[in-house]
């Protein structure tokens, strides 16, 4: 019995994937599905192999097989290959079991020459179609089988439409395209010494030759080689006939979506063109039909393309992108694959599937992307809008906004007062901005980066804020930027995209976020899933509000620093930081209590039942005073001018104490628990903050969890003995109130030394929470604030790091540190609750990382943690099947 | 057979620790070495745990064992232990196998009573003595066997010694000593309720109870369970005769080293006291003979001594430091150890004791402190002048120096021509000030730390610095400076000890550095025994010379940006940086080619066949800029005086450009490989100098081995682009000189993730030098220059750091980092050619860390490179040895 090399579609099936390669096994699966699709058959990657082992020949009974089918194609379409009057077209193409660039691409409307032209012309009595098809088939066999110079065709067609004065392609008349016919054979006759081939079958033979040999061309080899593929996978060939939509009013063309990829809606959604072909549609010549009309005009092929629609669906079970044509009446199904669409749409889809039984709830996790849920969680640009983008800077903080521009603060809340919206521009924020964003419905910023005052404090709010936006130069004088040569005067209307970082000019529409019920039952399904919990970084009881709605199961990171910049309290601290004696610093810190206590009561009574992970003061105690260069500039003008006052006076003293306290590398400076170990009396009334407030709380009927995080530990001795001295304080609140609160003490493990010492540090930290931001800064030794503007962009543009490592969590270095350290703390206490706060804690890969690492926790701001719920449960799906036996 | 208890000295042995404790072994040791010990015994630690096992009573025969070794103290000495003619006295001690605070301490003098003490005052006609050696006896006795309070007798002395008006106790007469042991004895009585006892066996039956039940101190049972030592070890318990030397003119007492501690010469070295005893010779009252006039004094004696002193020698083979008394014309020896001696001493005692055949080469190795070594390389401040500290600042360049006050470079210049010696004294230092250093004789600074320009710039050329002075306070308009109360005006002289921080008024005597022969030979041992390589840091020829002459077989780290602070340089350094085209850049970096290719070329000739490793430029390229705040304050001071100029014009195009290129951390910004990859062209023109600079010396037979070093690598990719880039330009420079040189392409280890994936690294490094200090920086999330003057040294007094991590290298943490990137990058390149860089390499811990990990070299600067041979010697002696079977 001799080999069967060659297999009709409707003989296949989408698991010989080996054997038919993956177009021939998909068109055959289609097939299979009871689907219409132009009938075709394959050769198999065998016959490629064999091809090669006999020399580059074809093995005994290819082409006869193949001959075999295409008689079988000539009698289902009732046309025959060569027939002047009825002439069968077809369409030759590669297929491997994976797909890989350097193999032969398609060649379409195989089979013309000067006598079938004739019989396509007539049939379609459509002469320029005729022979923009027979020009197209020239040069595209010309390149692609007889190894024609591309850019030689290019010249004859530019030089025609030169000649007529056309613009386009189309704009070129039959009479001019059969001229470029002509010029084309005459290219070929003068490059391979011969005439076009005019035979069908010859032409066919040389491209299925064409094809065997694309398999071993030398940019496949080399893909092959990179990528590790085997060289001995062969390639197959698969041959389709061709299917036209222009042949007459009982012809067309169209796509559609078996839902609606917009809203998600179960209905059919696209269009069509009568008398048409694909190419026309998308030229935009005529305007299409929307896909509903088919019904009155095609009742029964409507009727049959709906059937086929549904089908498809429950075939592969996820939303179909259809192509099809209609030729002469009959219904050909020309593609299927799965259908882009909206965020809202894959969300609603995918409930909607499970409802319908089509899919399981796991399923319906898979299918929506992380990014997808984000999108939805804010304000968005309507992307239908029509935008005038008149800067890019960095996407800081997420979600849209439009307002009138204001370039300072006290203008921002005035306006705002007024009931107008404004986007706040500033070179860049500082805490004397603060109450000008909270009013503010964005920032922009011309300087700065991803860590950048602006871009922090916008995240910790919720407002949208584009940071670092390089070509927007502020006049602050003029009170006016410009950008791009646009001028923007205060008042104007600007409109920013904190998700892209695109600035625009004038009012855009936006779409409102909505924690629609189908996101509600997918994230419910999510959560049945997965086994990380999710909690929130969250500052502020509005921010743990925000959480809580969006599910969070505690509170991972409450910064206590941000407190200490609001308006009325700054000038306490400062008078804290001055302070010459010990009462004077007692007497500030008794003051900034109260404010503290109330902070944390409110965390608390919203977080009723969670844990809340309060981080003591971390920044250096000079970004709580006025700016050095701004106190230099001012005294050194006061000298210069020969000005003399008291307040001069004061600024000259202040200049000295902030010039003390300069550090060359602050974030490497004296932070963290470095200040708690030099200062312990802040240390102290945070943690009597924290302990009063959870003391008055729980007499409320609240259940509170305070777990109490020192940070910047790189040395167990700087834990244990911040541990001791706070502990005693926290006994000896609870000793006065003569009541006792569940309480923890634990650290970020953030410096790298901390990770890699983690078995000590662990005999002190009851939890870690991996505070990934300044871990990957020290890492890698680099400062975000430093890089973003300058190097680190260009690095990710030239590949030499994968992605911002500042975004997506480096696995390979960071998270080796990780995973030393997960395994050496759990080794010293078995029990240690360990968390990740970074912003990472939002990123999908990232939660996936966290969730292989065992971590019990992700914490990602209060927007993101939908987006972690979900990634949590697809990291779960994703785990590979245990195979018990 | 009844348990032997006791042990008389001369029955024991060194080798019976475990029965007879420390102490007990020790004097039975020197008892069998020959040496007239005065005679004692030992009663067992098993004797202890038997007390214990019998609920606190003596076990049976032991006091009967103790009874017949005091007979034979009796028979021995002559004196019986209560006769008050002739009274034996005796000191009680306690001896565990380890000492351990909390255990008794010693009891002197007992079988002291009213009786014995008339028979000591008739024996040694010294009332004073008597009564003084009486109080003494009640005091310890009450304190230490009777458990009274110690404060009380100290009271009761204090109060004698009001009321008679004296200062010191030795102005106390025997008359009111006498009434002090009166008082003693009162106390005692209303303490215990009881006489004091003075019958001398039950004095000796409590003492004896007294040493075991302090095995038992609350503070003994701590101390072993926190250094987990067993609790069944018991003590022995010593009981030796007392003996006098004040006992008439054919008695006395001494000291005296078996060499000279000094010099090391081999004489005998000490001084004694004629009827005297040891307090005599401490406090000063009479002065003491040399030891040498003994020899005429008593001949017989002071042979006898030398003989003994011989013996020991020795018996212990080493230097000893001797105690000894004469009563009534018998030698006794009271203790022998080993003597300390000065750096210089101590290496001509090894090496001379390897010659005279006494210790071999190995030992001698192990006799010296690298410290001492370092000592020796340095001018030092002779240890016996007498000094007067103005200022106590970081000991930032080993070494000392005295001259005149100078405030500025120009001025530094200018006195040395006239033969003037100068110290620099600087707020802190910049390029600017580099002219002035060289020249000058020391720098000192009032900030700055370890890494500060000057402390950087004065170890690169071998000058000692103090910087980061705080006390001192300059005043550049009136040419002084204060501190601490004392001013110093330009043209004063002062010295400055670089080892140690202290600043000094006036000139003090110096003692001049000397690689001595004994030294060289001890390197000579040193070398055959390591097997680590010692190389040096070296950016100038000078360098090169000195750490050859020291014996360095590389240099591991020539930086290459210092060579572009010289003053000629650096304007061309700023052009090319502040180049607007690419021309103008160029033609700036074709300048700098030629000096940076006349560095290499004098480097390669001095390091003739050796490897040496050249760094890339790797500080941001502001520091090559002026300062920032400079230019603002210049600025700003003509705006607002309304003036303008050229000049200032200029300098506001500067400021802009400098403003720019800022950053907030820099450490951790724009620099290192990051600069390589944004502005190739400065590395290429590096690898150009360098490669053309060893073609250059290879023509003149000189054999050359270049090893370029690519610094701040993070990621693969980054060594991989910029090896690409350069190892075009290599083989570009040697096809135009139509030759080749053996070259290699290694990074720095300096930042974490480069150690975490050193396995990637090692791909495209063919070595990797450690740069510990940047390394320490990042794992520790510490800012050096931040951290010394603001938090560290408080760390490391408060024992939050077990030592400073910059200066002793954190083998926890850095030492874990760098045992992982040793592993991987061996098992992806098993020649790795592994050293290390960072200023570790000369420290002696930190080397036999190195040692133990397996590098093939440390790099350490040039006056270190002995130091690091030493260490490097002792870190193999230090292997535990391998048993084989």
């Known amino acids: 019995m001799s080999t069967k090399w060659v297999y009709a579609f409707r003989e296949g099936s989408g698991k010989m994937r080996d054997l038919l390669g993956g177009k021939g096994a998909g068109a055959a699966e289609m097939t299979r599905a009871g689907l219409p699709v132009p009938p075709g058959f394959t050769i198999t990657t065998e016959a490629c192999n064999a091809y090669y082992a006999s020399g ?32 069968l077209l077809v369409s030759v193409r590669s297929g491997a079991r994976i797909s890989m660039p350097g193999m032969m691409d398609t060649v379409l409307n195989l089979g013309l020459n000067e006598d079938t032209l004739k019989g396509l012309i007539a049939r379609t009595n459509n002469p320029r179609f005729g022979y923009d098809a027979y020009r197209r088939f020239i040069q595209m066999f010309g390149k692609i089988v007889l190894d024609i110079d591309a850019t030689k065709f290019e010249h004859i067609l530019d030089a025609r439409k030169q000649k007529v004065g056309a613009q386009l392609d189309t704009d070129l008349s039959a009479e001019d395209l059969k001229i470029v016919a002509e010029e ?13 081939p005019s035979d069908p079958y010859e032409q066919l033979r040389l491209a299925i030759q064409a094809v065997f040999r694309s398999w071993n061309s030398p940019r496949a080899i080399t893909y092959r080689e990179f990528n590790k593929i085997p060289h001995n996978l062969g390639t197959a060939v698969n041959v389709q006939t061709m299917v036209f939509g222009n042949m007459g009013s009982d012809s067309g063309t169209g796509v559609a979506f078996t839902r609606d990829p917009n809203t998600g809606e179960n209905v059919l959604y696209g269009e069509y063109l009568p008398n048409a072909q694909g190419e026309d549609v998308v030229a935009g010549i005529r305007t299409p039909h929307p896909i509903a009309a088919m019904a009155q005009e095609w009742p029964s092929v409507y009727q049959e393309f709906k059937r086929y629609a549904e089908l498809l669906e429950r075939h592969y079970r996820d939303m179909q992108d259809l192509e099809f044509t209609v030729e002469n009446g009959k219904l050909y199904m020309l593609q299927t694959r799965s259908g882009k669409r909206s965020a809202i749409a894959a969300v609603k889809i995918a409930v909607d599937m499970v409802n319908e039984g089509l899919i399981t709830r796991e399923e319906a996790v898979q299918r929506v992307e992380p990014g997808q849920v984000e999108q939805l969680l804010h304000r968005q640009i309507d992307p239908r809008a029509q935008v005038h983008v008149i800067a890019r800077g960095l996407n800081a903080s997420p979600g849209a906004a439009s307002g009138k521009v204001v370039f300072d603060a006290d203008r921002a809340v005035e306006w705002s007062k007024n009931g107008e919206k404004v986007i706040l521009v500033r070179p860049e924020t500082s805490p004397d901005d603060v109450h000008g964003m909270i009013v503010a419905q964005g920032i922009l910023t011309a300087r700065g980066g991803a860590t950048s005052h602006a871009a922090v404090v916008a995240r910790s709010i919720g407002k949208p804020c584009v940071a670092g936006t390089e070509t927007v130069k502020i006049d602050l004088d003029r009170r006016q930027f410009a950008s791009n040569g646009v001028v923007i005067n205060e008042g104007d209307v600007i409109s920013i995209n904190g ?65 200490f910049f609001e308006t009325e309290r700054l000038p306490i601290m400062q008078e804290m930081i001055l302070a010459r004696d010990d009462a004077t610093r007692q007497a500030a810190l008794d003051r900034l209590l109260v404010f503290q206590k109330n902070d944390f009561v409110g965390i608390f009574r919203v977080m009723d039942g969670l844990p809340v992970v309060i981080r003591l003061l971390d920044p250096p105690l000079h970004e709580f005073l006025p700016d050095y260069e701004e106190l230099l500039v001012q005294v050194t003008e006061a000298h210069a001018r020969g000005e003399t006052s008291p307040e001069i006076e004061r600024k000259e003293a202040l200049l000295k104490e902030v010039a003390a306290m300069r550090e060359a590398n602050p974030m490497l400076g004296l932070r963290g628990c470095r200040l708690g170990l030099l200062f312990p009396q802040i240390n102290a009334m945070q943690v009597r903050a924290i302990l009063q407030a959870a003391i008055e709380v729980s007499r409320e009927g609240i259940s509170v969890h305070p777990e109490i995080m020192i940070p910047l530990v790189g040395h167990v001795n700087e834990l244990k003995m911040v541990r001791e001295q706070l502990e005693k304080v926290a006994e000896e609140v609870m000793a006065e109130a003569q009541t006792r609160i569940p309480y923890k003490f634990g650290t970020m493990i953030e410096v790298p030394r901390a990770a890699l010492t983690a078995d000590e540090v662990a005999r002190y930290a009851e939890f870690f929470s991996f505070g990934t931001n300044d871990l990957t800064q020290m890492t890698f030794g680099i400062s ?63 939660v996936a990382f966290c969730h292989r690492l065992g971590l019990n926790y992700v914490s990602a701001s209060p927007f993101r943690v939908p987006v972690a719920r979900l990634a949590a449960a697809q990291a779960v799906l994703a785990e590979p099947v245990e195979t018990g036996f």
């Open 56 to 87: 580059e020949r074809f093995p005994d009974g290819m082409w006869e097989q193949a001959m075999a089918a295409l008689r079988e194609l000539e009698r289902e379409t009732g046309k025959k290959l060569g027939d002047p009057n009825n002439p």
């Open 184 to 196: 084309f054979k005459e290219l070929v006759r003068k490059e391979t010494g011969q005439e076009f």
């Open 499 to 563: 998700s892209t970082g695109e600035v625009m000019e004038g009012a855009v529409p936006m779409i409102e976020p909505e924690l629609t019920p189908e996101l509600q039952a997918l994230l419910g399904y999510a959560d049945a899933i997965r086994r990380l919990q999710v909690w929130a970084n969250a500052d502020y009881p509005r921010d743990a509000e925000i959480a809580r709605r969006n599910g969070a199961q505690g509170i991972g990171l409450c910064r206590t620093e941000h407190m």
């Open 784 to 846: 975000r604030d430093d890089a973003e503007g300058k190097f680190l962009l260009q690095y990710v543009e030239r590949k030499i790091l994968p992605t911002n490592p500042f975004q997506v969590l480096d696995q390979t270095g960071v998270g080796k540190l990780m995973k030393l350290a997960v395994e050496a703390g759990r080794a010293t206490r078995p029990d240690i609750e360990l968390g990740i706060c970074g912003e990472h804690g939002g990123e999908p890969s990232s």
